[in-house]
């Protein structure tokens, strides 16, 4: 079973009151931190992470491999801080709309009787 959220009282600059699926932070991180990380297109640090995604995806050459792994090392480790946190106060964020009534977590059931 998915589960699935919609805005109640989406905020004034988000027009989207259709049900969506709902997110793993786990396994979907970006998608969690899009719905519910507040500022999420202007913040730095995501930013800072798709180039941290960017870095880490570069190869390198044979001899540059062993100088670079302790930097790929790094970059891997920086990553998992940096989503550890906005993952943190995605999580929080989205609580917070819970408890105000502003998103509202709906079954599969109710998602199929609205596109009906």
Known sequence: MHLYFKYNNPPSN?????IHLLPN?????QGFLGWFLKDYQSDERVEHLREL?????????SKAEKQSSTTKNQVEEEIMTLEDDLRLEACEN????LMENTV????????NQEKN
């Open 104 to 111: 509202e977590i709906v079954s599969q059931d109710e998602d």
């Open 94 to 97: 989205f609580y917070k709309l």
């Open 25 to 29: 932070p786990q396994q979907d991180i």
């Open 14 to 18: 988000f027009i989207d009151k259709e």
């Open 53 to 61: 995604y960017k870095l880490k995806g570069e190869k390198s050459d």
